[in-house]
């Protein structure tokens, strides 16, 4: 039997409140830990790297070749940071049509059914570990010729292309369905309507979904490993003949190395490429939030 | 061909050389004709549209069921009926904009000036192109004005005297004196009517012969809906136009002749049939049919 309940009492906790009360405080305490925990991982390895890799950091560091070979451990690491840009430039100028147009594909023409099928290959070509994608590229091009430049770059396209093509499909996806119709009923042919309409609208949202998927591949090292690793220290531009320099090779190799001045050069590059992928990422979401202010504004309107 | 023309000359017509199908410009004694306008043509008039017993389903759903209509040349249409009886459907199949609803089915026929608009040779960008359609909600491509109208006649190649074009068209869309001054500005900074009158500027630019409204005024105030109700009055000279509506008033008001739309459960099935279709003034003040009469006297809708 319930008793009745006193309304005039006291408007304290009683009863199991207290017990719900605690229940509650603990469950958004440990919330709130692990977030802090997400944040302080990212703030050790930061810190970590700027710590070691500073001392490394110079404008020489950044500008200049490295030292020939015999001549002791130094120099500058520029062919890598040179090389990285245009093995990741070379994958984008692959990965990003052949993205947008497979999240075109998913979304203005494919059938649900294929394009759930699509969508999950893409998945699983997402998931696929980037050593086994190098180890492909090894296969395929490496093997009886020497490795280049194009190999690793096409196993970064290889890595990027679902980042890109799922990331563009969400933007699309978000493109309001009345504004197709309205090309339609134009008498507008279905790619011009793509072409004129949708992916204006989309282009903020597939840029960002881009620059993720640079910001990734920038730091890929298993698949550079096997296809552009045994490199001079020049970059020739020739990226069908030779392989080219990188960062993340760079670190691996020079931290292999006995010399303990390769060390400080293996932190050094790390402080580089990482500071790369945190302005893109910044970067990316900036352009993100400031694309989406300008549709918010003029929708507002 | 003007009126005249066509009553002068009751051979002509593009669908006189249709065989199997019957005639397709057909004569009709004068009835009931409405108060406020004589019009002679009402006496002998061109049918653009000959509906023979359309039905529409998605998948297990039937929209509407055996709908037979006439649609005339250079007259407004209403298309009134209770909510869920199938009136965007059919204004839908008419421009073949219902064709990328998956599982859609068509039975029946609709004949546009004798040509079956769903043959297997007809492409439906073709009949869009001629058959225009606005809709409920405004939707402006987030483009300027000025785009906005040009965009469907630059891809359709109508690019001689483009501004001209664009001009007659937003004279035609009672909207030139309102934007001439802004018109590199974002369409999307208009107000909703004006938004409306800009998707029917859009619409008439491409000269197409059919103007299909999709409750063009409900989302609007009553001022703009006042505005598009006498825009429509001076657009029917030169188009043919079909308006579905749930505003009774409205049909009165614009319409000469209104098709009544209502949900047939008889057979526990629910599907949109037609019920009657008569001049306006017949319709709102002797319907033969009792449905008709419960719904234009409010008693359910």
Request: net charge neutral.
């Amino acid at each position: 039997m319930m008793s009745p309940l006193d309304h005039a009492r006291p408007l304290v906790a009683s009863g199991n409140l207290r017990r719900r009360n605690l229940v509650n405080r603990l469950v958004e305490a440990s919330a709130t830990i692990a977030a802090i925990i997400a944040v302080a991982v990212l703030g050790v390895v930061v810190y970590s790297i700027v710590e070691r890799g500073g001392s490394a950091l110079s404008l020489d560091f950044l500008i200049k070749d490295p030292l020939p070979a015999f001549s002791g451990p130094g120099g500058g690491i520029a062919p890598a940071i040179v090389g990285t840009g245009l093995l990741v430039l070379v994958a984008t100028a692959v990965a990003l049509p052949l993205g947008v147009l497979i999240a075109i594909y998913l979304t203005e023409f494919a059938g649900p059914r294929t394009a759930s099928a699509v969508r999950l290959m893409l998945d699983l070509l997402n998931g696929l570990p980037s050593i086994v994608i190098g180890l492909f590229v090894f296969g395929l091009l490496v093997v009886g010729h020497p490795q280049t430049g194009f190999a690793g770059s096409f196993a970064l396209a290889i890595i990027m292309l679902p980042i890109i093509a799922r990331s563009s499909q969400e933007v699309l996806l978000v493109v309001p369905q009345n504004l197709r119709e309205a090309a339609r009923a134009l008498g507008v042919s279905r790619w011009r309507t793509v072409l004129g309409v949708v992916l204006p609208s989309a282009l903020g949202g597939i840029l960002t979904g881009a620059v993720l998927a640079v910001a990734r591949a920038a730091g890929e090292t298993a698949p550079l490993i096997l296809t552009s690793s045994i490199f001079a220290n020049n970059v020739t531009g020739n990226i069908f003949g030779e392989a080219l320099p990188n960062i993340p090779v760079s670190i691996f190799s020079l931290s292999e190395s006995p010399d303990p001045v390769d060390h400080a050069r293996a932190w050094g590059s790390a402080l580089v490429l990482m500071a790369f992928i945190l302005v893109a990422i910044t970067g990316a979401r900036a352009l993100h939030r400031r694309f989406d202010q300008t549709q918010a504004r003029l929708s507002r309107r | 061909m003007t009126k005249a023309d066509s009553i002068a000359d009751p051979g002509s017509g593009p669908g006189s050389s249709s065989g199997a199908d019957g005639p397709v410009v057909r004569r009709r004694p004068a009835v009931g004709l409405g108060k406020r306008d004589v019009d002679p043509a009402a006496t002998a008039r061109e049918v653009v549209f000959d509906i023979h017993d359309l039905s529409v389903s998605y998948g297990q759903t039937t929209a509407i069921s055996g709908v037979s209509l006439e649609i005339y040349r250079n007259a407004i249409t209403a298309v009134i009926g209770p909510s869920g009886c199938g009136k965007s459907t059919f204004i839908r199949s008419l421009n073949r904009l219902n064709d990328s609803v998956r599982g859609m089915k068509i039975e029946g026929q609709i004949l546009y000036h004798g040509h079956d608009i769903y043959a297997s040779d007809v492409d439906p960008v073709e009949v869009r192109r001629r058959i225009g359609m606005v809709f409920q909600k405004p939707n402006p491509f987030p483009k300027s004005i000025f785009d906005n109208v040009a965009w469907a006649l630059r891809n359709l190649g109508m690019k001689d005297g483009l501004q001209d074009r664009v001009e007659r068209a937003l004279r035609g869309a009672a909207l030139w004196d309102e934007v001439k001054d802004r018109l590199r500005e974002s369409a999307l900074g208009l107000s909703g009517g004006q938004q409306q009158r800009l998707c029917i500027a859009r619409a008439i630019a491409i000269e197409p012969e059919v103007l299909l409204l999709d409750e063009p005024a409900s989302a609007l105030d009553p001022l703009a809906t006042a505005s598009i109700e006498e825009l429509m009055h001076d657009l029917k000279r030169e188009y043919t136009i079909v308006i579905v509506t749930h505003n009774m008033q409205q049909a009165a008001r614009v319409a000469e002749r209104t098709a009544f739309l209502s949900l047939d459960v008889s057979d526990g099935k629910r599907r949109g049939v037609l019920v009657e279709y008569d001049e306006t003034s017949t319709i709102f003040t002797r319907p033969a049919d009792k449905r008709t009469e419960d719904y234009v006297m409010g008693k359910f809708g």
